[in-house]
């Protein structure tokens, strides 16, 4: 099993950056598929990103495809996505997810969940 805890978001002017982590505990990370996910007020939980385990394949939603960049570096336990051009409607909870297999996490049904980070994007 592998635990998930997000950190990095924060209050952001419209245009600028942020870079999310997700440190994983647990023997099966390196196994893993990784993915974010997000949540708006009022709105359902919506795929963002994911990364197959070795880091060769990345998928976007195409709402953040050009804008946001996922990676991992399995060394380290911990998964990534930098998040530039931020737009007021990038405002959600952030949460990072694993599972191993991708597919699982591309339909919103991961193994596992962290408790999400706060990401505000100011007009």
């Known amino acids: 099993q592998v635990q998930l805890v997000e950190s990095g978001g924060g209050l952001v002017q419209a245009g600028g950056s942020l870079r999310l982590s997700c440190a994983a505990s647990?023997?099966?990370?390196?196994?893993?598929?990784m993915g974010w996910f997000r949540r708006a007020p009022g709105k359902e939980r919506e795929f963002v990103s994911a990364?197959?385990?070795?880091?060769?394949?990345?998928y976007y939603a195409d709402s953040v495809k050009g804008r946001f960049t996922i990676s991992r570096d399995n060394a380290k336990n911990t998964a990534y996505l930098q998040m530039n051009s931020l737009k007021p409607e990038d405002t959600a909870v952030y949460s990072c997810?694993?599972?191993?297999?991708?597919?699982?996490?591309?339909?919103?049904?991961?193994?596992?969940w962290g408790q999400g980070t706060q990401v505000t994007v100011s007009s």
């Open positions: 647990g023997r099966t990370f390196s196994s893993s598929a």
């Open positions: 990364i197959t385990w070795s880091g060769i394949s990345t």
């Open positions: 997810a694993a599972d191993t297999q991708i597919l699982r996490i591309t339909t919103l049904r991961p193994m596992a």
